[in-house]
T-cell receptor, first 110, second 115 residues
């Protein structure tokens, strides 16, 4: 069964304090790994898709990386507006559905 | 998120009533997905539909739940005889046709409360 585990469950940072979020996965033939951001009361907002080990993608203060077993979302010099729950999901080969982790709730204090 | 429209945003039903949740996909998208999010839980896949076809309903409860995506109009997730355990946020997502690796775009959800 495809599984996604995210850690930590919650993370508090001071503004400017860089850190990383982890997403460990087991999947039968990875088709894609997705990162989403979810704000309270809203739907998930797409951030990145990674397809193969070694791939990296960046967007502003966020950088996502992928290995054969896990993905990291690196946050450099975060700002309070980066506070949100970050969701990781995998898509297996031959499937259209995404399997989500429970998310990491990030709080960035000014 | 503005592209995928879900309504209503909040829905309150008494036990035993029916709940109908609507989803209009982004313009140009013909694939629709429904996910459920329980408190403290991750998003769980329910069903994947294309116009007039259910492609994968492996995440749908066997009873009381049904989904459709007609040729015209929004996709509907229908829950009959609701129970308290159905209280959750229900999210719809869409993707364009013919692009197997296209990310899903989500709506802002319908929050169902069963009293």
């Amino acid at each position: 069964e495809d599984q996604v585990t995210q850690s930590p469950e919650a993370l508090r940072l001071q503004e400017g304090e860089s850190s990383s979020l982890n997403c460990s996965y087991t999947v039968s033939g990875l088709r894609g790994l997705f990162w989403y951001r979810q704000d309270p009361g809203k739907g998930p907002e797409f951030l990145f898709t990674l397809y193969s080990a070694g791939e990296e993608k960046e967007k502003e203060r966020l950088k996502a990386t992928l290995t054969k077993k896990e993905s990291f979302l690196h946050i450099t010099a975060p700002k309070p507006e980066d506070s949100a729950t970050y969701l990781c999901a995998v898509q297996a080969g031959g499937s259209e559905k995404l399997v989500f982790g429970k998310g990491t709730k990030l709080t960035v204090n000014p | 998120n503005a592209g995928v429209m879900q309504n209503p945003r909040h829905l309150v039903r008494r036990r035993g009533q029916e709940a109908r949740l609507r989803c209009s996909p982004m313009k140009g998208h013909s694939h629709v997905y429904w996910y459920r999010q329980l408190p403290e839980e991750g998003l769980k896949f329910m069903v994947y539909l294309q116009k007039e076809n259910i492609i994968d309903e492996s995440g749908m409860p066997k009873e009381r739940f049904s989904a459709e995506f007609p040729k015209e109009g929004p996709s509907i997730l229908r829950i009959q005889q609701v129970v308290r355990g159905d209280s959750a946020a229900y999210f719809c997502a869409s993707s364009p046709p013919g692009q197997g690796r296209s990310p899903l775009h989500f709506g802002n959800g319908t929050r169902l409360t069963v009293t």
